[in-house]
């Protein structure tokens, strides 16, 4: 062994946290590799395949040579596929000079913050939420300030307490709506209440809207619908959830004027590019036929409500009905071993892979996430487990 002392690692790196779902994955993968039969609800993403029509224009684009650099920015045909989507779908006028696209809508969560935070900003985010929030608000130096989504509230956040969380340090404001990891979605006329209270704050809004096109008996509302919100709002959509696109990594955002250089900057430092083949696999999934998501989301609510009664009729377990993208979060908080001892017996006696709530905040302590991107099969075999798992308790 080396007698030389370790080079040591950056400080910063305390403050940096991780996303659960791909450790839980890795274990999961690992109890397969011994011959465990597992079933796998705890990773993000939905099991269909990348529609055929985006696989071939990338093939396409692969055989023309779009295969070097192209600007950070984004190519321009995209960048007009995407600012028509988002335009129609917010019913709002995005131009495709405001538009950029990442690798991935990752990206742009860590890189608004560090674009618009300095140390001891506070940001107002979702608890439960997306982990990435909280992890790269801690990085940039800033302060988080969750905000509660409450199971009597179907994980919509109460308006009063967003105002109350506003002060004149108030940096930045993260929404996502429909949410992970609960299944919530912010109704319309909340949605609009938001924005007039945001439009009158001094705060950057970030609109994490990736599951736009996931919602089953409620309307998809963005705050961003608001005229005057585009000049403050990073409008985030992408491509992973709704056209089975995570491996791709393709994600974009409407961008208020003075982000944009510093996030290109961001881009240009770290990524370069999005691959030009991908973009152009892109433009194929926003202008192309939409009957394959359609029929994804259509897959969703059968299982979505497979889910939901089934985890209702288990002993200690309550669920409300989520109305978005494709989790469930179960209440576990009466089963005595608690969430996360639960998570951990279900993957490793029950094999259901599964996330604790705390995964994503404090407030989820008493839940599990259900992640439904899986068959009705597997997900009625998964029910099964868990009710006799809890019934040698
Ligand atoms: C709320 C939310 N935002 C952003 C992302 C990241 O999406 P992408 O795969 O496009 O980077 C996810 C992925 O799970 C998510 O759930």
């Given at each position: 062994m080396s007698t030389v002392a370790s080079p040591g690692l950056a400080a910063s790196l305390e403050r940096l946290g991780t996303e659960t779902a791909f450790s839980v994955l890795a274990q999961a993968k690992q109890l397969e590799r011994e011959g465990r039969d597992i079933i796998h609800l705890?990773?993000?993403?939905?099991?269909f395949d990348t529609p055929r029509h985006i696989c071939d224009a990338a093939y396409g684009a692969l055989r023309a040579g779009q295969t070097h650099y192209c600007p950070s920015a984004g190519i321009p045909e995209f960048r007009e596929a995407a600012a028509e989507y988002l335009s129609a779908s917010r019913g709002i006028q995005v131009k495709p000079e405001s538009v950029l696209v990442g690798t991935g809508a990752k990206p742009f969560l860590f890189f608004t913050i560090l674009a618009t935070c300095n140390p001891g900003d506070e940001v107002i985010y979702p608890d439960p939420g997306f982990p990435i929030y909280e992890s790269a608000i801690r990085w940039a130096g800033a302060v988080p300030v969750p905000l509660a989504l409450r199971e009597e509230r179907e994980f919509v956040f109460d308006l009063d307490e967003l105002a109350a969380g506003l002060t004149a340090k108030t940096k930045l404001v993260i929404l996502n709506s429909p949410q992970n990891p609960t299944g919530g979605v912010v109704p319309a006329d909340e949605i609009a209440e938001t924005a007039r209270l945001l439009a009158e704050s001094s705060a950057w809004v970030l609109a994490d809207e990736v599951y736009s096109q996931m919602t089953y008996d409620v309307e998809f509302a963005s705050v961003?619908?608001?005229?005057?919100m585009l000049e403050r709002t990073v409008l985030l959509d992408g491509l992973s959830k709704t056209y089975a696109m995570t491996g791709w990594r393709c994600g974009f955002a409407a961008v208020p004027e003075p982000l944009l250089d510093p996030l290109v900057r961001f881009f240009v430092n770290s990524t370069s590019c999005v691959p030009p083949f991908v973009q152009h696999a892109g433009i194929a999934a926003l202008r192309g036929p939409q009957d394959e998501p359609r029929a994804m989301v259509e897959e969703f609510r059968a299982r979505r409500d497979l889910v939901v009664a089934g985890l209702n009729e288990l002993p200690g377990v309550s669920c409300v009905m989520p109305h978005g993208a494709f989790y469930a979060f179960p209440n576990v908080a009466r089963v005595p071993i608690g969430a996360e001892g639960l998570a951990h017996r279900l993957l490793h006696e029950a094999g259901v892979a599964v996330l604790a709530g705390t995964a994503f905040g404090q407030v989820g302590k008493g839940n599990l996430r259900f992640?439904?991107?899986?068959s009705q099969e597997n997900l009625r075999r998964a029910l099964e487990r868990f009710g006799e798992l809890l019934a040698r308790l």
């Open positions: 705890e990773i993000g993403e939905p099991d961003a619908s608001r005229p005057e992640s439904y991107a899986n």
